[in-house]
């Protein structure tokens, strides 16, 4: 099982989840951030430090974000890996909770 980052990080990309992954699990894209399903191990140290909630265990990911399952699968083959903290987008304050956002996605 891994843990899975869901459209609400999407045009937010808070990092705090990056700084107590303990494997190097996320990748980075331009307005989003994933999580190798290959890397992660289970340890659900990142799913409480999200400020935008949008990261859930594989088996409890809403109905409405499964895509983001083999999407989280896709880009993480493609993105570099992020290890360090860094500002999230300006206005992430104001995407953070906006729902229908997946057509916003950079790749």
Same mark, same amino acid.
């Given at each position: 099982? +891994?843990?899975? @980052? +869901?459209? *609400?990080?999407?045009?937010?990309?808070? +990092?705090?989840? #990056? !700084? @107590?992954?303990? @494997?190097?699990?996320?990748?980075?894209?331009? *307005?989003?951030? #994933?999580?190798?399903?290959? &890397?992660?191990? !289970?340890c659900s140290l990142c799913?409480? &430090?999200?400020? $935008?909630? $949008?990261?859930?265990?594989?088996? &409890? @990911?809403? !109905?409405?974000?499964?895509?983001?399952?083999?999407? *989280?699968?896709?880009?993480?083959?493609?993105?570099? #890996?992020? +290890?360090? #903290?860094?500002?999230?987008?300006?206005?992430?304050?104001?995407?953070?909770?906006?729902?229908?956002?997946? !057509?916003?996605?950079?790749?």
């Open positions: 099982m +891994t843990f899975v @980052v +869901t459209e *609400n990080c999407i045009r937010c990309k808070f +990092t705090d989840c #990056v !700084d @107590v992954c303990p @494997v190097d699990c996320f990748h980075e894209g331009p *307005n989003f951030l #994933v999580i190798d399903p290959d &890397e992660c191990i !289970d799913e409480p &430090e999200c400020p $935008a909630k $949008a990261i859930y265990s594989e088996d &409890e @990911v809403p !109905d409405s974000q499964k895509q983001f399952i083999e999407l *989280n699968r896709e880009l993480a083959k493609r993105w570099p #890996v992020i +290890t360090e #903290v860094k500002k999230p987008a300006d206005d992430a304050d104001d995407w953070k909770d906006k729902a229908g956002k997946l !057509d916003y996605l950079e790749r």
